[in-house]
């Protein structure tokens, strides 16, 4: 049986600042260690995702990743029974509606400055300080100005590196 809604895209990428190398899509489920403070923020076509310390990574989750954003030292495990796969995709959902609980307050601003709470709280002042404003805007749903307004606000300094220097091209795969 054929998965037509499986992208046949292959992108590779560097996971900033670590420079660690990862291949999206993943072929099989990887897991987050449980490094508390480390996690990624995966860039998907139209929106972003957070993903904390234990969750699931890759496989049919992440098919359409087109940029990664390393918070803290991500590292990688391999689960290897059902019960531990079971504990990454539950992680995984639990950090999915985490951020659910911001996107649901019709407050553009209200979003922008409780992604900059989560940030800090979960991942430090540094990882607030390095994503860009145009992929917290993509977390939240919310336009990169906006972004901006609540980091100024937060007296945070602007993000070094523009989302366009994250965006690797798009190869096919054969």
């Not at 945070?156 to 054969?174: C, H, R």
Request: glycine letters at 8%; aromatic letters at 10%.
């Amino acid at each position: 049986m054929s998965h037509s809604y499986v992208s046949r895209r292959c992108v590779s990428l560097q996971v900033v600042p670590q420079q660690l190398t990862l291949q999206f899509p993943l072929p099989t489920m990887m897991q987050l260690g449980n490094t508390v403070g480390s996690g990624l923020i995966l860039g998907k076509q139209h929106y972003a995702e957070l993903v904390g310390w234990g969750s699931a990574v890759g496989g049919l989750f992440d098919v359409d990743v087109r940029y990664a954003i390393a918070l803290g030292q991500p590292n990688w495990v391999r689960p290897e029974t059902f019960q531990a796969r079971q504990e990454a995709y539950t992680t995984r959902v639990h950090w999915l509606k985490l951020v659910q609980k911001l996107t649901l307050n019709p407050v553009p601003l209200r979003r922008a400055f409780g992604i900059f709470y989560y940030l800090e709280k979960y991942f430090g002042i540094q990882a607030a300080q390095q994503v860009p404003d145009e992929v917290l805007g993509q977390l939240v749903g919310v336009l990169p100005e906006t972004i901006a307004i609540a980091r100024k606000s937060r007296n945070l300094a602007p993000a070094s590196q523009p989302l366009s220097t994250l965006q690797p091209a798009l190869s096919q795969q054969s």
